[in-house]
C-alpha cells in the first residue's frame, strides 16, 4: 500500500500510531493477520519495514485517523498521544490507548478523548513485543463497552488473550501498574535466587527450570492470598508471617556466609519483621497487607 494523500478516503481497518519495539509488533501482527492497517510515527523511516509487508502509511497522526475506524496507540505517554493527535478528527472513532501510565493518566485520557468525539479504551500489554500474536500474550482494556466491541476482534489478533476488565478507565492502567509490582520485585529475588546457585556452584539453568515447573502452584499460591486479603481475613493459615520471617532469616544469614548482596533478602525480612511486631506472627503471611496499608495511611494516601 503507497503512503497517503491527507484527503484519502477511509479503506482500512485499523490505524496504529506509535512504531517503537512494541508498536510495530502491533501493526506487524496485524497484518500477518490478514488485516488492513495504516501506521504513522514521528520519525517516519520506522515505517518502512511495515510498509513493505503491505501496511498504508500517513504522513500524519491526523491522516491516520481518517484512514481507519479504529485508532490504536502505543506512544512514550499520554502527553505523546495528546501532541500527535492535537490536529485529529476524533469524532465517532474508536480510540484504544495502549501507551502506559497510571489510573490518573487514564482518567483524564478518557476526559480528553470524549471531549473529542472519541468512543475511548484504555488498556495495557502484558507481554514483550516477540510474545505479541502468541498465546503467551495479554492486553488488559477498560473503558467503553462499545469501543471494545468493536475493537475486541483486532485486538485478538494481536494479543492470544484479550481481557475487559470493566467500564472504569483506569482499571487496566490499575491492574497494569499491579501486576508491574509483582513482577520487578520478583525478578529481583529471582536475580538473588540466581546468585545464591552460583555461589554455592549450581547451574542457573536448573533453578529456571524449576521455577517453571512450580509457576502454577504459585500462581494458586498467589492466588490464595489474594482471595485472603480481599476478605480481609488472614486466620486459620497453613503457614504464617513467624515461619515467613524465619526462612527470611536465613536467607540473610546465607547471603552473609556467602559474601553476596543481602539487601533484597534484608528489605524483605524488614517487611515481615514489622508484621511481627505489629502483632501479625501467627496470621498468614498475607496479613503483611495490613502494615503496607498502615504506611499508606501515614503517608497520606488513601
Known amino acids: 500500500m503507497p503512503a497517503y494523500e491527507e484527503e484519502r478516503p477511509l479503506e482500512s481497518d485499523v490505524s496504529i500510531l506509535g512504531l517503537g519495539a512494541m508498536g510495530a509488533a502491533l501493526a506487524m501482527t496485524t497484518l500477518r493477520g490478514g488485516r488492513k492497517v495504516t501506521v504513522w510515527n514521528r520519525s517516519p523511516e520506522r515505517a518502512a519495514p511495515l510498509a513493505r509487508g503491505g ?48 489510573p490518573s493518566d487514564a482518567r483524564a485520557g ?66 497494569d501498574l499491579a501486576f508491574l509490582a509483582h513482577l520487578f520485585p520478583g525478578l529481583v529475588g529471582f536475580y538473588h535466587a540466581a546468585r545464591i546457585c552460583e555461589v554455592e ?4 539453568e536448573s533453578l529456571g527450570a524449576m521455577l517453571l515447573g512450580v509457576a502454577p502452584a504459585i500462581g494458586a499460591m498467589v492466588k490464595h492470598d489474594a482471595d485472603r486479603i480481599a ?10 508471617v513467624d515461619i515467613c ?25 524488614s517487611v515481615f519483621e514489622r508484621a511481627r511486631r505489629a502483632g501479625l506472627g501467627s496470621e498468614a ?12 495511611v501515614e503517608g497520606g494516601a488513601r
Open 55 to 102: 501496511a498504508g502509511v500517513a504522513p500524519s497522526a491526523a491522516a491516520a485517523v481518517r484512514a481507519a475506524p479504529i485508532v490504536i496507540v502505543c506512544v512514550t505517554g499520554y502527553e505523546a498521544m495528546y501532541e500527535a493527535l492535537a490536529d485529529a478528527d476524533l469524532g465517532g472513532r474508536v480510540l484504544v490507548q495502549l501507551s502506559t501510565g497510571t
Open 110 to 175: 478518557a476526559r480528553w478523548a470524549a471531549a473529542r468525539g472519541a468512543d475511548y479504551l484504555d488498556g495495557a500489554i502484558l507481554a514483550v513485543p516477540t510474545q505479541m500474536g502468541t498465546p503467551e500474550s495479554t492486553i488488559l482494556v477498560s473503558g467503553s463497552e462499545t469501543a471494545f466491541a468493536r475493537s475486541k476482534p483486532l485486538l485478538a489478533v494481536m494479543a492470544g488473550t484479550v481481557s475487559y476488565v470493566g467500564v472504569a478507565p483506569f482499571a487496566a492502567a490499575t491492574l
Open 201 to 204: 556452584g549450581l547451574g542457573v
Open 231 to 240: 476478605r480481609d481475613d488472614y486466620a486459620r493459615p497453613e503457614n504464617t
Open 245 to 269: 520471617a524465619a526462612a527470611l532469616e536465613l536467607l540473610v544469614r546465607q547471603a552473609r556466609e556467602a559474601g553476596i548482596d543481602e539487601s533484597v533478602v534484608a528489605f524483605t525480612a
Open 285 to 296: 503471611p498475607a496479613a503483611v497487607v495490613k502494615v503496607l496499608r498502615a504506611t499508606s
